[in-house]
């Protein structure tokens, strides 16, 4: 069993900059694929960022949503086991529980591909 734990979440004007991280605890961490998700309220989790253990998947082993290229960066630490989401340029529209997800596969933007889940971290952007 894997444990995922979120952090950095809070509150922040739009424009701001916030850093989630994700501790892990998987043994063989360099292995897995990492992605950030986030949920709305009244709507369906979405696809944020992934980060893969194989860097010839997508460009350098990363893929992200269209809503948010060129503002978030994901990035992992595999000596601390940990993944990280910087949000840079943030709009209200990014308010959500954002969540931490780790999948045995090599790549994937669907939740399905992923088998363990965070609790979330609530980010709030205000306008």
């Known amino acids: 069993q894997v444990q995922l734990v979120e952090s950095g979440g809070g509150w922040v004007q739009a424009g701001g900059s916030l850093k989630l991280s994700c501790a892990s605890s998987a043994r063989t961490f360099s292995r897995y694929l990492m992605g950030w998700f986030r949920q709305a309220p009244g709507k369906e989790r979405e696809f944020v960022a992934a980060?893969?253990?194989?860097?010839?998947?997508?460009?350098?082993?990363?893929n992200y949503a269209d809503s948010v290229k060129g503002r978030f960066t994901i990035s992992r630490d595999n000596a601390k086991k940990t993944v990280y989401l910087q949000m840079n340029s943030l709009k209200p529209e990014d308010t959500a529980v954002y969540y931490c997800a780790a999948g045995s596969t090599a790549s994937g933007t669907s939740s399905s591909r992923y088998d363990y889940w965070g609790q979330g971290t609530q980010v709030t952007v205000s306008s």
């Open positions: 980060i893969s253990w194989n860097a010839i998947i997508w460009s350098d082993g990363i």
